[in-house]
T-cell receptor, first 112, second 114 residues
Framework: GIQVEQSPPDLILQEGANSTLRCNFSDSVNNLQWFHQNPWGQLINLFYIPSGTKQNGRLSATTVATERYSLLYISSSQTTDSGVYFCAVAGISGGSNYKLTFGKGTLLTVNP | DAGVIQSPRHEVTEMGQEVTLRCKPISGHNSLFWYRQTMMRGLELLIYFNNNVPIDDSGMPEDRFSAKMPNASFSTLKIQPSEPRDSAVYFC????????????FGDGTRLSIL
């Protein structure tokens, strides 16, 4: 099946700093989603971005499908940005193109 | 608009008991997914329904697990008998029928089997 690698595994920032999270995947995809899992365990949908660039406030994401990677940018980080950020993809190949495969996540800690 | 609704939010029970987790997908979504999150294995797909029909149950760990979708607005995931290793967070997600659409996740059920 498709492989998803996220980096870095852990990231500690001071409030106000910017950061870039990366997601590499091993096959062509028809779905790529970025999630934020908050300290209460909720999975918050940030972006649906199988290709291209999107922005939502301080967050933006870019997926370069031909090179099989996606980037999540967080600008002017706040303590409420803390949590785990997951990249999840559904590969085109094979019979399970509906199935989201999750990376292991990036644990982000933003200190005041 | 109401999102995916899961109940209960938390469940603590003793091993050997039957556990039933419930999910109400977003109205109009005809694809439904159950995922499990553990420290060891991360987030994994358990079962996928399309138009109330189970399409892929290859992720269901063993016969103690069963899932049903009797209608478009309700699904259950049942564990009988439950074991301590079933302790995890169980998420339900739904998606419109078209393939190129995001999956929307519920808040999850945190299950602890003592």
């Amino acid at each position: 099946g498709i492989q998803v690698e996220q980096s870095p595994p852990d990231l500690i920032l001071q409030e106000g700093a910017n950061s870039t999270l990366r997601c590499n995947f091993s096959d062509s995809v028809n779905n790529l989603q970025w999630f934020h899992q908050n300290p209460w365990g909720q999975l918050i949908n940030l972006f649906y971005i199988p290709s291209g660039t999107k922005q939502n406030g301080r967050l933006s994401a870019t997926t370069v499908a031909t090179e099989r990677y996606s980037l999540l940018y967080i600008s002017s980080s706040q303590t409420t940005d803390s949590g785990v950020y997951f990249c999840a993809v559904a590969g085109i190949s094979g019979g399970s193109n509906y199935k989201l495969t999750f990376g292991k996540g990036t644990l982000l800690t933003v200190n005041p | 608009d109401a999102g995916v609704i899961q109940s209960p939010r938390h469940e603590v029970t003793e091993m050997g008991q039957e556990v039933t987790l419930r999910c109400k997908p977003i109205s109009g979504h005809n694809s439904l997914f159950w995922y499990r999150q553990t420290m060891m294995r991360g987030l994994e797909l358990l079962i996928y329904f399309n138009n109330n029909v189970p399409i892929d149950d290859s992720g269901m760990p063993e016969d103690r697990f069963s899932a049903k979708m009797p209608n478009a607005s309700f699904s259950t995931l049942k564990i009988q008998p439950s074991e301590p290793r079933d302790s995890a967070v169980y998420f339900c997600a739904s998606r419109p029928g078209q393939l190129h659409q995001p999956q929307h996740f519920g808040d999850g059920t945190r299950l602890s089997i003592l």
